[in-house]
């Protein structure tokens, strides 16, 4: 599946529950990425990270927690405390920081 | 905050002609330039990039110029085909104060009509 795979594709949250959507590539890319998609809007930077147990805040952060425990994996936990959490959310990774990102198929993030 | 603006939101044209899709920037220091592809229900994929030394680039198709002057770049697409419906979308690199990130324009949907 391109060698990046989220799961899972549809995720629906309760209110105060925590959730996490998995990402995991094989293409050996050191940077990860997880992006935000509402409609009518570009993608937004939640998280990255250049390297094991390494990552970074982009703009919209708050709410969101990640782990780089291994260079194949960056999970991304949405926490009760991000109110509006219905989005699409990306996963992507790439060998150069910000160049030419492959992308996961996405997760569909609902709450009940 | 620094931003990309992408414009026209929604391009209608006739399959054939070209399309046109441009993007501002507010970063003087952006040097790297990525449009990606969107297809309905499918993961966004790069179509071509464009670095902050180079003015134009082609790819059959496709190509992307930028005018750094006036913080612009914008995507041509000639002989448009329907394959090429979809949203495309462009960004732009910032350096912030504790991150360097892609900076992302809004999309446009691009519609070829038969």
Redesign the interface.
Known sequence: DGGITQSPKYLFRKEGQNVTLSCEQNLNHDAMYWYRQDPGQGLRLIYYSQIVNDFQKGDIAEGYSVSREKKESFPLTVTSAQKNPTAFYLCASSSQLNEKLFFGSGTQLSVL | ?EN?E?HP?TLSVQEGDSAVIKCTYSDSASN?F?W?KQELG?????II?IRSNVGEKKDQRIAVTLNKTAKHFSLHITETQPEDSAVY?C?A?HFGD??????????TKLIIKP
Not at chain 2, 42 to 46: D, G, I
Not at chain 2, 98 to 107: D, E, F, H, T, V
């Open positions: 905050g990309v992408q939101s790297y990525p990606y499918k993961r966004p994929q790069l990039d979308f960004a690199t504790s991150n360097y990130q892609l900076i992302w324009g809004a999309g």
